[in-house]
C-alpha cells in the first residue's frame, strides 16, 4: 500500500509559478509510474502530466505542455510538478497518482488526496 501525500498548492496570480509536491510512504514507490491529475469543479478529472519510474519517458497533456514539468526523486520518494505561465484555466484541485503501466494511468493504483491550486486573473 502507498500513501501519496501531496503539497504546495496555493493562490497565485496569473502568469505565476507554483511548484507540487508528492511524497510516497515506501519505497516501492520507485518501482511506479507517476502522474498528476486535476479536477476543476464541475468537470471530470483530467490527467495532466506522468513520469516513468526509471524517470527516461514522460507524458503531458497538450493543455499544459511547455509550462508544466513534472520531476521525481527516486532517492527521496517524492514527484514534484513544477507549473509556469499559469492560466486561470489551470485552477483545480491536483491529485498525485502512482500507476503501474505505462502508457495507462488511468485508472491509478495510489491517489493522494489533492492540493488545491487557484489562478486568479
Known amino acids: 500500500q502507498v500513501q501519496l501525500v501531496e503539497s504546495g498548492g496555493g493562490l497565485v496570480q496569473t502568469g505565476g509559478s507554483l511548484r507540487l509536491s508528492c511524497t510516497a510512504s515506501e519505497r516501492t514507490f520507485n518501482n511506479y509510474h507517476m502522474a498528476w491529475f486535476r479536477q476543476a469543479p464541475g468537470k471530470e478529472r483530467e490527467f495532466v502530466a506522468a513520469?516513468?519510474?526509471?524517470?527516461?519517458?514522460?507524458s503531458y497533456a497538450n493543455s499544459v505542455k511547455g509550462r508544466f514539468t513534472i520531476s521525481r526523486d527516486n532517492a527521496k520518494n517524492t514527484v514534484a510538478l513544477q507549473m509556469n505561465s499559469l492560466k486561470p484555466e489551470d485552477t483545480a484541485v491536483y491529485y498525485c497518482?502512482?500507476?503501474?503501466?505505462?502508457?495507462?494511468?488511468?485508472?491509478?493504483?495510489?491517489w493522494g488526496q489533492g492540493t488545491q491550486v487557484t489562478v486568479s486573473s
Open positions: 497518482a502512482a500507476f503501474g503501466i505505462w502508457g495507462k494511468p488511468w485508472p491509478s493504483d495510489y
Open positions: 513520469l516513468s519510474s526509471t524517470a527516461r519517458s514522460t
